[in-house]
């Protein structure tokens, strides 16, 4: 599949680390210098990417799970979502869940994106749903094993 992109950045495009990768990294765009992101604080963070996704696919932008994990910062809404006619700046809107600020250098990776494809739903009413083993159960539904 080949994407459209448009890099007002000075870093390389996202790319696949390796041959069985799911996601690309993105990479912090931060002209004006670093970004410091106190305990708790979010942020949105520029890539200086824009880009037209064929119709039917979405980019699903996740956190990287080593930042995460060594840092304490992570994707707010994960998994972001960009839609196929979205034509403006990836942004990633981060947060800082750790107890020590934390910079963000221009060029980091922030996140990572994955394209997949999605499919729009049409709703069809009915009066009755099918029966399932499940039924109504939810959260925690099958209890602790």
């Known amino acids: 599949m ?11 495009l996202p790319q696949y680390e390796t ?37 039917g696919y979405e980019a ?3 956190p990287r799970s080593g930042l995460a994990w060594k840092k304490g910062v992570t994707v707010l809404n994960s998994p972001g979502t960009i839609d196929a006619d979205y034509r403006g ?13 934390f910079v963000v250098n221009d060029g980091e990776r922030i996140a990572q ?4 494809p999605c499919e729009q739903a049409t709703w069809q009413e ?3 749903l099918s029966d399932t083993e499940r039924g109504s159960g939810g959260f925690g539904h099958t209890g602790v094993k």
């Open 113 to 116: 994106m994955i394209v997949a």
């Open 19 to 55: 041959t069985q990768s799911a996601g690309m990294d993105l990479r912090a765009f931060l002209p004006d210098g670093p970004v410091t992101m106190q305990p708790m604080e979010r942020k949105m963070i520029p890539t200086g990417l824009y880009m037209e996704l064929p119709s």
């Open 60 to 62: 699903q932008i996740r």
């Open 126 to 128: 009915v009066e009755v």
């Open 89 to 101: 700046q990836l942004c990633v809107v981060l947060i800082n869940l750790s107890q020590e600020p």
């Open 2 to 12: 080949i994407v459209k992109v448009r890099n007002t950045s000075h870093h390389p």
